[in-house]
T-cell receptor, first 114, second 115 residues
Framework: DSGVTQTPKHLITATGQRVTLRCSPR?????VYWYQQSLDQGLQFLIQ???????AKGNILERFSAQQFPDLHSELNLSSLELGDSALYFC?????????????FGPGTRLTVL | AQKITQTQPGMFVQEKEAVTLDCTYD???????LFWYKQPSSGEMIFLIY??????QNATEGRYSLNFQKARKSANLVISASQLGDSAMYFC????????????FGKGTLLTVNP
């Protein structure tokens, strides 16, 4: 158990809908990262937050947004869902943004868009 | 741009034998970190080992060691005394210095340990 929690574990929804994925980082970790894992794209970085502020953006679609709250939990919002958004979404956390701090991953949320 | 290449889509190894999973990377940065993660069929990502670009010694963590050859830009994972539970996808990843701390992942290698 990495100490990072993600809910829900599975999510099945329809095209055009909106969903929210939730992540609680390890105790003491200030940095949260979101990744998407799909068969065709592999593991891709979406966005990073540090202590409530956005720090870096990757291949995140405009239909997607995220935030980190004062208690450091984070939410990833996916809207106008398409079939291609079906993927495993991971949240990871680290103690800070140092180069040599490993990121600990949550169990992931498997999103299926029908 | 950074790139991680894992050229072995799949590997087979006999139980109790050692196996090497290849990883090469491409970066112009001087400061970077290299990581290996394991993803069992259950889906979670498990951190195994990391190597900093300035580390002179190869990293080791139990049965895992990282064969770091900086000039060749390779960071191969060596698993000694393979166990059935080692069967999983293995991902090599890189993190650069500076302000962008994202991990860039390779496509992974599926390791199967045979009894």
């Amino acid at each position: 158990d990495s100490g990072v929690t993600q809910t829900p574990k599975h999510l099945i929804t329809a095209t055009g809908q909106r969903v929210t994925l939730r992540c609680s980082p390890r105790s003491g970790d200030l940095s949260v990262y979101w990744y998407q894992q799909s068969l065709d794209q592999g593991l891709q970085f979406l966005i990073q937050y540090y202590n409530g502020e956005e720090r870096a953006k990757g291949n995140i679609l405009e239909r997607f947004s995220a935030q980190q709250f004062p208690d450091l939990h984070s939410e990833l919002n996916l809207s106008s869902l398409e079939l291609g958004d079906s993927a495993l979404y991971f949240c990871a956390s680290s103690v800070d943004v140092g180069l040599y701090n490993e990121q600990f991953f949550g169990p992931g949320t498997r999103l299926t868009v029908l | 741009a950074q790139k991680i290449t894992q050229t072995q889509p799949g590997m087979f190894v006999q139980e109790k034998e050692a196996v090497t999973l290849d990883c090469t990377y491409d970066t112009s940065d001087q400061s970077y970190g290299l990581f290996w993660y394991k993803q069992p069929s259950s889906g979670e990502m498990i951190f195994l080992i990391y190597q900093g670009s300035y580390d002179e010694q190869n990293a080791t963590e139990g049965r895992y060691s990282l064969n770091f050859q900086k000039a060749r830009k390779s960071a191969n994972l060596v698993i000694s005394a393979s166990q059935l539970g080692d069967s999983a996808m293995y991902f090599c990843a890189m993190r650069r210095g500076g302000s962008n701390y994202k991990l860039t992942f390779g496509k992974g290698t599926l390791l199967t340990v045979n009894p």
